[in-house]
Nanobody
Framework: QVQLVESGGGLVRPGGSLTLSCAASGFPFNTYTMNWYRQAPGKERESVAQ????????NYADSVKGRFTISRDNAKNTVLLQMNSLEPEDTAVYYCNKRGAGPGDYWGQGTQVTVSS
């Protein structure tokens, strides 16, 4: 069955950096476009970064463009999110999933990112 395990979150000061990792299994990972999503308290889950399966074409939300970098390793079934110049507004639970995943789909436990001084 599908399994997504996110890790790498934590508490970081404004301007700091974190790298999130997602280990995927249970589906043909190298055929799917993958996204990183986040959900802040009281807000809806939103996509922040996307990477296509083979060409590795990336796309970012305007709010993170220039600060976040998504990458993937199809041999290891992993997706990374390098986050630089973090801001308090980046505080959220971060999840990885297939492009277009919705509330009815499987979601991992996510990883908490807190940006605070």
């Amino acid at each position: 069955q599908v399994q997504l395990v996110e890790s790498g979150g934590g508490l970081v000061r404004p301007g700091g950096s974190l790298t999130l990792s997602c280990a995927a299994s249970g589906f043909p990972f190298n055929t799917y476009t993958m996204n990183w999503y986040r959900q802040a308290p009281g807000k809806e889950r939103e996509s922040v970064a996307q990477i296509t399966s083979i060409a590795r074409i990336t796309n970012y939300a305007d709010s993170v463009k220039g600060r976040f970098t998504i990458s993937r390793d199809n041999a290891k079934n992993t997706v990374l999110l390098q986050m630089n110049s973090l801001e308090p507004e980046d505080t959220a639970v971060y999840y990885c999933n297939k492009r277009g995943a919705g509330p009815g789909d499987y979601w991992g436990q996510g990883t908490q990112v807190t940006v605070s001084s």
